[in-house]
């Protein structure tokens, strides 16, 4: 059974930084695209950043240079880091993995970000 359970979310300062964490169990991070989205209330999930089974990373414009996508495959973690955090990157976040070859899709349940002073 596949599961991707991500946490480190909470409440942060604008301006300030949170890491969130993508923990798999039943495949391995190293062979699929880890991808981070986002849901803010009353809109549709956007695509945030992936980091590709070679290590590639790909960014939104709306958090390029503020976010990095990470990966430990010795931890089988995905990782977000997001600095300079803005009142609009409040939103539900959540990881995904992807292996394109094989059509395998999961998704996590899902952490929320708030920030606000």
């Known amino acids: 059974q596949v599961q991707l359970v991500e946490s480190g979310g909470g409440l942060v300062q604008p301006g300030g930084s949170l890491r969130l964490s993508c923990a798999a169990s039943g495949i391995r991070v190293s062979i699929y695209s880890m991808g981070w989205y986002s849901q803010a209330p009353g809109k549709q999930r956007e695509w945030v950043g992936t980091?590709?089974?070679?290590?590639?990373?790909n960014y939104a414009d709306s958090v390029k240079g503020r976010f990095t996508i990470s990966r430990d495959n010795y931890k089988n973690t995905a990782y977000l880091q997001m600095n300079s955090l803005k009142p609009e990157d409040t939103a539900v976040y959540y990881c995904?993995?992807?292996?394109?070859?094989?059509?395998?899709?999961?998704w996590g349940q899902g952490t929320q970000v708030t920030v606000s002073s």
């Open positions: 980091i590709t089974s070679s290590g590639s990373t």
């Open positions: 995904t993995a992807i292996h394109y070859q094989m059509g395998y899709n999961y």
